[in-house]
């Protein structure tokens, strides 16, 4: 949390503003996310400590900033969309990770579903990996996210998908190591 607060901290860029958001209470924030011209610090700001005290007024926000092009935003909305807990959470991150468009964007939205282990959470992160195998896809690490987080979720629909990870060669060790807590898990698999 801390490492987030600096980041918006410094893009503020020691506005009064900064300040008066991180003492506001949770009317205050939900308020100034529909305020006119507010910069998207603090946007970010109101909303990731909506999301940490769990109201619901966070969600499409934090949606939002899950989508953005800015990776550490990204990280941010994926933190306080966890703790939010929101039912809609799992199949929002399963739609921006399976959208061919965002790809360079999903890195976040697939840990994300990891982390929720909700049932989007496999389906999304294999249909995302299948299409990102070809040994030169430069979205590797969105791949190597699904991959991991499929030995995570040891889900025996990942299989197949993780068998033909292995011959792409910066998932290998990793979709060797995702089908060992498969057998693990299943004997059957």
Known sequence: ??????????????????????AADADELAASLS????????RELAAYRLGLARDPRAFEPLVLL?????????????????VLGDPRTARAAAALATNTLRTAYALHAVRLLTAL???ESAPALIKTLERLLSPH?????VALACVEGLAALADVRARDVLVRAQSHPRLAVAATAGLGRLAAGHPDA
């Open 117 to 119: 282990r909700a049932p």
């Open 1 to 22: 949390m801390n490492d987030v607060l600096e980041r918006l901290r410094v893009e503020s860029d020691g506005s009064s503003e900064y300040a008066r958001l991180l």
């Open 35 to 42: 305020s006119p011209g507010q910069p998207l610090w603090a």
């Open 137 to 141: 896809d430069p979205y590797w690490r």
């Open 66 to 82: 899950l989508n953005h092009r800015d990776p550490a935003r990204c990280e941010t909305a994926a933190r306080a969309l966890a």
